[in-house]
Nanobody, 119 residues
Framework: QIQFVESGGGLVQPGGSLRLSCKSPRTITSVYWQYVVGWYRQPPGKERELVAS???????NYADSVKGRFTIFRDNSRKTVTLQMNSLKSDDTAAYYCNVAGGRPPVEWGQGTQVTVSS
């Protein structure tokens, strides 16, 4: 079973940057690398949406709303997926989560990490 722990959120001004980290310390490495991992977000009062995903070999996909501003990358040996967020906008304010992606059903959701973009 794969599990995720998110960190790195905070309060940032519009135009600023944040780096989110998603770790899976309890997951066996040989299991971890098989999964497509995605970063999701849930703005206040809205549905959760997938913003970026990455396969085991580094193929990425992004939602149109974050293309060119967010970058996802992973380190399989450290079982970590990172989301670098630049040029942040108020619309990026949300709780951010990581979970499996690529057509697999999600596993148990972690606590997420809050990102607030505000001046």
């Amino acid at each position: 079973q794969i599990q995720f722990v998110e960190s790195g959120g905070g309060l940032v001004q519009p135009g600023g940057s944040l780096r989110l980290s998603c770790k899976s310390p309890r997951t066996i490495t040989s299991v971890y690398w098989q999964y497509v991992v995605g970063w999701y977000r849930q703005p206040p009062g809205k549905e959760r949406e997938l913003v970026a995903s990455i396969t085991k070999d580094g193929t990425t996909n992004y939602a149109d709303s974050v293309k060119g501003r967010f970058t996802i990358f992973r380190d399989n040996s450290r079982k970590t997926v990172t989301l670098q967020m630049n040029s942040l906008k108020s619309d990026d304010t949300a709780a951010y989560y990581c979970n499996v992606a690529g057509g697999r059903p999600p596993v148990e959701w972690g606590q997420g990490t809050q990102v607030t973009v505000s001046s």
